[in-house]
C-alpha cells in the first residue's frame, strides 16, 4: 500500500507546483493520524489530486509558505465541521449521486496513470511512447495486472497488490529492462518531518487571501473522505463515524500544515485496494504511513527503482475495482432522473472536481424530488350529510405544489361550509402557509366557511410560529390527534 502512495504523493506534488517531499510528508501525515483516530478502520488518506488542482492557484500567486497557511486553516474548519456533526449531512447524497462518483474517480484515476506512458520529447514536450518502450510499458502492465488477479486464487497471505509490484520490479531490475521508474519522477529522498511555522503575515489581508481557499479545500476533503468513508463501510459492514472522520482529518491537516505538507484527504483508490486486500483494522493505515515515512528516509534508492509500469499496473485494477460496474445493467431498470444524475456526476466529476460534481448531483436529484413531489398533490372530495364539502388532500403542501393546490378548490361554487382534510398530507413550509391563507381569503370572499382538519403535530407548530390563532379540537374520536381550524375574518382558528 505505501509503494502506491509514492508516485501519486509525487505527481500531485508536481500538480500543485510544490516540492515531492511536501506531498510525500502529507502523505505521511495525514496518512498516520487518520489511521489512528479516524471514523472508519482500513482507511487510507494522503494528498490527493483533487486538492492538489486547488492548491497550484494560491502557489502560483502567493508561494508555498501562503499554502501551508492555508492547510493549517482548512483543518481547523473541518475540525469546527466535526464538532458541529456537519458530517451527517453525508446521507443527504442519493445513491445514484454516489454510483457517480465512483463511477467518474476511476476515470479520472484510469486517466492520471495515462501520464506514465508519456516521455519527454523534443524541447521537453512530453509525447507518447511508441515502438519497444511502449510495448514493454504495456507488457509490464499487464503482467501486474495478472498477478493481482491470479495471487488471490492461489494464496491470501501476501496482499496481491504487493505481489505484483514485488515480482514486476524484480524482473525489471534482474533483466534490466529500460522503463520508467519511480526515480525519474523525482527524488523521494530525505529527512524527518520538521515543525514549521507558515511565514505569512498575521494580518487582515493573508486571511483574505487563503480563508476562500481554506474553505474550498476543506470541503472538497470532506466530501471525498466521507463518500470515501461510506464505500468503505458498505464493504466492511460498518456505519457511523462521519464527524468523527471529519475531526480526524481537520486534526491532520492542521498538523500537516506546520510540519510542511501539502494536506490530504482520504483516498479512495487506496481505501480500497487496502480494504479487498484484507486491510480493515488501524494497524493496516498505520503501517502504511509508516512504511511510506521509511522509504523517505532509507529506503528511497530502492523504491526509485520500482517500474512505474508496475504502480500503473495496481492503479488499473483500482479502477477495475471502483468502477461500479452494475451501474450499466441498471440503467433501464431505474427511474429516467436517476440515471440522468449518475451520468452527469460522472461527467462532471472527470471534467472538473468531486466537490462540484456531489454539490451538483445533490441539487439536480433535490430538483427531481421536489419536482415529482408537486405533481402529487390531489384530492378526493365528497358531500356530507349537512351540505358541506370535505377536501381530502393527498400529497405534501410545500413551494412546489402550492399551484397545484390552489387548482383544487372552487370557492365560487363549494356550499357555505368547505372542510379540508390533511390526514394524508403535510404542511411543510412558509409556502404552504401562505397557499391556506390565500385559500381562506378567497372563501372569505364569498362569504363561506373553511376549516381544517387533521394537521400533524409540526405543521400545527409551524402554524402557531406563523403567529395563528389555533386551537386543539376534540370533537373527533377517530383519530389521536384531531386538530380541527376554523378560518374566522382573515385568520386561521377557532373551535370546530
Known amino acids: 500500500m505505501a509503494l502506491a502512495l509514492v508516485p501519486e504523493a509525487v505527481a500531485f506534488s508536481f500538480v500543485a507546483g510544490v516540492h515531492p517531499l511536501v506531498g510525500l510528508y502529507a502523505a505521511f501525515i495525514v496518512g498516520l493520524i487518520t489511521a489512528v483516530i479516524g471514523g472508519r478502520r482500513g482507511m487510507i488518506s494522503g494528498a490527493t489530486g483533487a486538492l492538489a488542482v486547488v ?67 523534443p ?34 497471505v501476501i496482499p496481491a497488490p504487493l505481489a505484483g509490484i514485488v515480482v514486476v520490479a524484480s524482473i525489471v531490475i534482474l533483466f534490466g529492462i529500460e522503463v520508467p521508474r519511480v526515480g525519474d519522477l523525482a527524488s523521494i529522498k530525505g529527512g524527518l518531518p520538521v515543525f514549521h511555522i507558515p511565514m505569512v503575515p498575521l494580518s487582515l489581508e493573508t486571511l483574505q487571501v487563503i480563508f476562500p481557499f481554506a474553505l474550498v479545500l476543506a470541503a472538497i ?24 472522520e471529519c475531526i480526524a482529518q481537520g486534526l491532520a491537516n492542521t498538523v500537516t500544515g506546520f510540519f510542511g505538507g501539502m494536506g490530504g484527504c482520504a483516498m479512495i483508490g487506496q481505501s480500497m485496494i487496502n480494504v479487498k486486500s484484507g486491510g480493515r483494522t488501524r494497524l493496516s ?40 460496474w452494475q451501474s450499466l445493467t441498471i440503467l433501464r431498470r431505474i427511474p429516467l432522473t436517476d440515471a440522468l444524475v449518475m451520468g452527469l456526476v460522472t461527467i462532471v466529476t472527470v471534467m472538473t472536481d468531486l466537490a462540484i460534481a456531489v454539490v451538483v448531483g445533490v441539487i439536480v436529484s433535490a430538483l ?19 351540505g358541506a364539502k370535505i377536501y381530502r388532500i393527498e400529497g405534501p403542501l410545500f413551494f412546489g405544489s402550492v399551484d397545484g393546490f390552489a387548482e383544487i378548490f372552487d370557492p365560487q361554487d363549494d356550499p357555505d361550509l368547505v372542510i379540508v382534510d390533511f390526514m394524508n398530507s403535510r404542511v411543510v413550509d412558509q409556502s404552504a402557509l401562505q397557499a391556506i391563507d390565500a385559500l381562506s381569503s378567497k372563501y372569505e370572499t364569498h362569504g363561506k366557511t373553511l376549516q381544517l382538519r387533521h394537521l400533524s403535530p409540526d ?13 386543539d379540537s376534540d370533537d373527533d374520536p377517530n383519530y389521536g390527534l384531531a386538530v380541527d381550524y376554523r378560518v374566522k375574518t382573515g385568520r386561521l382558528g377557532g373551535g370546530h
Open 221 to 244: 476533503g470532506l466530501i471525498e473522505s466521507l463518500l470515501t468513508l461510506n464505500l468503505v463501510g458498505e464493504i466492511t459492514n460498518r456505519r457511523g463515524g462521519a464527524s468523527q
Open 368 to 386: 427531481a424530488y421536489a419536482w415529482n413531489n408537486a405533481v402529487r398533490i390531489r384530492a378526493s372530495r365528497e358531500m356530507t350529510s349537512d
Open 285 to 324: 493505515g498505520i503501517s502504511a504511513a509508516l512504511f511510506l515515512l521509511s522509504f523517505i528516509l532509507v529506503g528511497s534508492e530502492l523504491i526509485e527503482q520500482i517500474p512505474l509500469a508496475a504502480l500503473v499496473g495496481v492503479m488499473f485494477m483500482v479502477v477495475i475495482g471502483t468502477f461500479a
Open 459 to 471: 405543521c400545527h407548530r409551524l402554524l402557531s410560529r406563523a403567529g395563528q390563532l389555533i386551537q
Open 123 to 156: 524541447d521537453n514536450i512530453q509525447v507518447w511512447m511508441t515502438g519497444f518502450p511502449l510495448a514493454s510499458m504495456l507488457g509490464l502492465v499487464a503482467l501486474t495486472m495478472v498477478i493481482i488477479w491470479l495471487m488471490p486464487k492461489i494464496t491470501t
Open 55 to 121: 492548491m497550484v492557484a494560491l502557489v502560483a500567486s502567493h508561494g508555498v509558505e501562503y499554502l501551508f497557511a492555508t492547510v493549517v486553516l482548512m483543518g481547523v474548519l473541518q475540525i469546527l465541521a466535526g464538532i458541529l456533526r456537519l458530517g451527517k449531512f453525508i446521507r443527504l447524497v442519493p445513491h445514484p449521486v454516489m454510483l457517480g462518483f465512483v463511477n467518474g474517480l476511476a476515470i479520472v484515476i484510469f486517466l492520471a496513470q495515462l501520464t506514465q506512458f508519456q516521455v519527454p520529447g
